[in-house]
T-cell receptor, first 114, second 109 residues
């Protein structure tokens, strides 16, 4: 079934540890996104990529990095996790980042930083 | 940044109609989306408006007024499965989506 997969489903992490959240899509979409969702704040854009080889910063990029080596994969790395990064992380993709395309979301990763 | 306001919670009875209002302020405008999100799940696309007026899709319809910075989502013939959070999201001039905090709709029997 075509779509977006994320791994892990959930993770408990000690503060200061490095963590990479994985995201893979098989729809051959050019654009991919990472959001975090916190209670009362809604979804906030962390980083995005309009095409393989390019990335950009969203609303809340500090403490996170991304790479886009190919069309399908868009990993999100927390270099040194802090408790304020406890959140639910959603990866999304769309055909293009430069048009009014619908974004499709992965199932999410629930991350707890202690 | 963008400013998007929608009510936090709404409750309605099965079979009834509920209207979720959303107001927005944005630098540039490239359309407005509604997403549905059930608890513990990913958001799923419901509707898209870019021109003023009504878009209808089955029991759901959405109405946009760009001059007023206002859109609403109308849910008709409510069913228990419609209990979910409804997210209003505006696409700005740089084609980035900004989301409201979401409206939790509870449908009671």
């Amino acid at each position: 079934i075509a779509g977006i997969t994320q791994a892990p489903t959930s993770q408990i992490l000690a503060a200061g540890r490095r963590m990479t959240l994985r995201c893979t899509q098989d729809m051959r979409h050019n654009a991919m996104y990472w959001y975090r969702q916190d209670l009362g704040l809604g979804l906030r854009l962390i980083h995005y990529s309009n095409t393989a080889g390019t990335t950009g910063k969203g609303e809340v990029p500090d403490g996170y990095s991304v790479s886009r080596a190919n069309t399908d994969d868009f990993p999100l790395t927390l270099a040194s996790a802090v408790p304020s990064q406890t959140s639910v992380y959603f990866c999304a993709s769309s055909e293009s980042g430069l048009a009014a395309d619908t974004q499709y979301f992965g199932p999410g990763t629930r991350l707890t930083v202690l | 940044g963008q400013n998007i306001d929608q009510p936090t919670e709404m409750t309605a009875t099965e079979g009834a109609i509920v209207q979720i209002n959303c107001t927005y302020q944005t630098s540039g405008f490239n359309g407005l989306f509604w997403y549905q999100q059930h608890a513990g799940e990913a958001p799923t696309f419901l509707s898209y408006n870019v021109l003023d007026g009504l878009e209808e899709k089955g029991r759901f319809s959405s109405f946009l007024s760009r001059s007023k910075g206002y859109i609403y989502l109308l849910l008709k013939e409510l069913q228990m499965k419609d209990s979910a959070s409804y997210l209003c999201a505006v696409r700005d001039g740089d084609y980035k989506l900004s989301f409201g905090a979401g409206t939790t709709v509870t449908v009671r029997a």
